[in-house]
């Protein structure tokens, strides 16, 4: 079984902001895998499908973005499922927007929900699949909690769809190979 995690704040509050990116990601691929998020465990809200011949559980953390670590620790030790088969989507605010990046492990890089993710797995050892939300101009919190402009959404529905299908790919081909098809991905450059 593979856990397919989503960062983001739960509520209408934060409903479409920067920093909910992951959850975008995780509702797009609930809907093509024909699943929904109709159940509470963990924390947070669950989902349960198949990806080609993969069980997955599907997460989104309502333990807020600070605290996420400790929903996807429950549910990998629930179903002992290795950290690297935790793959974990997020905002990432210093790729541009429409960017889509895919490591095998890594640092924080400043993103709390990947730090309370790294201290509860006691490791940086877990793929993840950034979407790129763009640097802010002022204030860090304004732009992660900021909504996206009307321009930035047409971007973002690119992104999210690409995000999906990088998703699948690392479960159907593997880190690496979704590496090499993904980490150039711009929405607004493919043809």
Do not use: C
């Not at 996420?68 to 950290?83: C, H, L, M, Q």
């Not at 304004?142 to 999906?164: D, R, Y």
């Amino acid at each position: 079984m593979h856990l397919i995690v989503g960062l983001g704040n739960p509520g209408k509050d934060y409903m479409d902001t920067r920093h909910n990116a992951g959850f975008m990601v995780l509702d797009h691929l609930a809907k093509t895998m024909n699943v929904s998020f109709d159940k509470q465990k963990f924390r947070g809200k669950v989902a349960e499908g198949r990806i080609g011949l993969e069980k997955v559980l599907l997460l989104k953390p309502e333990t807020y973005m600070n605290l996420s670590g400790e929903s996807i620790v429950a549910a990998a030790d629930f179903y002992k499922i290795p950290n690297e088969d935790i793959l974990v989507v997020f905002d990432d605010v210093s790729l541009e927007l429409g960017k889509l990046r895919i490591r095998k492990k890594g640092s924080a890089g400043g993103h709390n929900g990947i730090k309370s993710t790294i201290l509860h797995l006691a490791s940086e050892n877990f793929p993840r699949v950034k979407i790129g939300v763009g640097a802010p101009k002022h204030d860090m919190v304004n732009h992660v909690l900021g909504k996206f402009t009307k321009e930035e959404q047409l971007v973002m529905e690119k992104t999210i769809k690409a995000g999906v299908e990088a998703v699948k790919s690392v479960l159907l081909h593997g880190v690496d190979s979704a590496i090499s098809e993904w980490n150039g991905f711009k929405a607004g450059d493919e043809a």
